[in-house]
Nanobody
């Protein structure tokens, strides 16, 4: 199993970024996926959960209305569109999957929101 995030970077407050997570090594379309984030000095928190078919999502209150998760099962990729970014969104963002009772994490991608 491999999860590889990309798309992070430095963006000004109010800006947008789109993160991608390319998955391999498992039957991607059969598994729910999640995005987590970890800000400096804080614990890792769930940002969004997306069901295997992408029809169901569950967002953290802090990102509702600003972030949108989606997935392309033909490309084995899950996305996180982040709009109206705030300084408090600064964190390392991780892709996550639970497969056969094991937890799998990507290496993370840094998102920094600063003027």
């Amino acid at each position: 199993v491999q999860l590889v995030e990309s798309g992070g970077g430095l963006v000004q407050p109010g800006g947008s970024l789109r993160l991608s997570c390319a998955a391999s090594g498992f039957a991607f379309s059969g598994y729910a996926m999640s995005w987590y984030r970890q800000a400096p000095g804080k614990g890792r928190e769930l940002v969004v959960f997306i069901s295997s078919a992408g029809r169901s999502t569950n967002y953290a209150d802090s990102v509702k209305g600003r972030f949108t998760a989606s997935r392309d099962n033909a490309k084995n990729t899950v996305y996180l569109q982040m709009n109206s970014l705030k300084s408090e969104d600064t964190a390392v963002y991780y892709c996550y999957a639970r497969i056969s009772s094991y937890d799998y994490w990507g290496q993370g991608t840094q998102v920094t929101v600063s003027s």
